[in-house]
């Protein structure tokens, strides 16, 4: 049926009892099975996403006509959707983990398919800029980086096939309908692709605070791959013997470092500023 909340006759869809397809999120399955997404950006997009299958949507119904405002301002491509099922926010949260901000959207979906190395690349130009996350394993911050990459004009981002979260709603709803349109791809082997990628003509760079150089005073105007290590442990010994050089963020004040998200953030932003004209970034 198509994306309105309404069917064509007018009707309002009816109340539907307590779902038994949802289990509380446990995690994702990457390349396979279903995925739980909650909140408005990320059930949104993923709607709009001609990747996705969507298997059910429920919604209160206040969130359904509100998805239906949202949907109105998407080029859907007559893509098919299944109608909002109106239930109450308590039947929602309920299959979520505990402080879950659900904004009364909840969607079963398929999960996306695996981009390749040169989906990525296909993606990128001559300042071609890509993530690599060594072991961060926080969906929030995965999400987070998503979220930036997608801001400040990314290829892509990398994470590890191993500890690394799975795509699930929390990554989503942290990426904020990013995960949707930037690319995420798993890399069996971080070293050899970043091997894979200097092939290919990037300049790798790892942001760690023993770098001997601010990351602004690298100044590669070429294809960077920005490699970021997990909070505490940062990057690992052969992650660091594959980068170029090791950058580090100029740091005031008492505090040692930032989250590995909110570094990414102003990493990305410090590669970017001096390579696109009319650069604006909108807090929202």
Not at 135 to 163: C, K, M, W, Y
Not at 177 to 199: F, I, Q, S, V
Not at 254 to 259: D, G, I, K
Request: with cysteine; glycine share 10%.
């Amino acid at each position: 049926m198509a994306h309105r909340p309404h069917d064509r006759g007018g009707r309002r869809p009816s109340r539907a009892p307590e779902p038994r397809v949802f289990e509380r999120e446990r995690g994702g399955a990457p390349g396979g099975g279903q995925v739980w997404l909650f909140g408005r950006h990320p059930v949104t997009a993923a709607l709009a996403n001609p990747q996705r299958r969507v298997f059910r949507v429920l919604a209160t119904a206040e969130a359904a006509e509100r998805l239906h405002e949202d949907l109105a301002k998407i080029d859907l491509k007559d893509r098919a959707l299944p109608q909002p099922e109106i239930v109450p926010r308590d039947r929602i949260a309920a299959h979520l983990p505990g402080g879950a901000v659900h904004q009364g959207l909840l969607a079963a979906v398929g999960a996306l398919p695996e981009p390749t190395l040169d989906d990525i690349l296909a993606r990128g130009g001559e300042k071609a800029v890509v993530v690599a996350l060594d072991q961060v394993t926080d969906p929030h911050n995965v999400g987070a980086i998503l979220r930036s990459a997608e801001a400040f004009g990314a290829s892509g981002v990398l994470v590890t096939e191993r500890h690394a979260p799975d795509e699930t709603g929390t990554l989503a709803k942290a990426a904020s309908g990013a995960l949707e349109r930037m690319p995420l791809m798993r890399a069996t082997n971080l070293a050899r692709t970043l091997r894979e990628l200097k092939e290919a003509g990037f300049w790798v760079i790892g942001l760690d605070e023993r770098g001997n150089q601010s990351l602004a005073a690298t100044k590669h105007d070429g294809r960077i791959v920005l490699v970021m290590g997990a909070e505490g442990e940062g990057l690992r010994r052969l992650t660091l013997e594959h980068c170029d050089l090791l950058a580090r963020l100029p740091m005031r004040g008492s505090m040692p470092s930032l989250n590995v998200s909110n570094a990414t953030a102003v990493a990305l932003y410090e590669l970017v500023r001096d390579r696109q004209d009319g650069l604006t970034l909108d807090f929202f």
